[in-house]
């Protein structure tokens, strides 16, 4: 059985900075393509940022690009989602996934995906 826990949700300041972290049990994580998605209030989940089990290549959303950053540790089975210069407009949920596709952040959100419960972010201005 697959299972996403995340971490490190929290409430930030503009400009500050958070890491969520994705622990991952049930599955051979080195070769999942994995990804994270935000929700907002009122707003449709959408994609911000994959990482390929391939050959650990990135793809972020347009709004995160330059400020987040998403990397993997095989050995701990976890990946991450580095988030600096964070803005109001970040406050959302936060959900770790294994994506089919990472081959763009279009593509990320098709297919069959392993969700994690989600974490808290909340910046304020």
């Known amino acids: 059985q697959v299972q996403l826990v995340e971490s490190g949700g929290g409430s930030v300041q503009s400009g500050g900075s958070l890491r969520l972290s994705c622990a991952t049990s049930?599955?051979?994580?080195?070769?999942?393509?994995l990804g994270w998605f935000r929700q907002a209030p009122q707003e449709e989940r959408e994609g911000i940022a994959c990482?390929?089990?391939?050959?650990?290549?990135?793809h972020y959303a347009d709004s995160v690009q330059g400020r987040f950053t998403i990397s993997r540790d095989n050995n701990k089975s976890e990946f991450y989602l580095q988030m600096n210069n964070l803005k109001p407009d970040d406050t959302a949920i936060y959900y770790c996934?294994?994506?089919?596709?990472?081959?763009?952040?279009?593509?990320?959100?098709?297919?069959?995906?392993?969700w994690g419960r989600g974490t808290q972010v909340t910046v304020s201005s």
């Open positions: 996934a294994t994506v089919p596709f990472c081959v763009s952040i279009t593509a990320m959100v098709y297919g069959d995906h392993n």
């Open positions: 049930g599955l051979t994580f080195q070769y999942w393509h």
């Open positions: 990482i390929s089990g391939l050959d650990n290549s990135t």
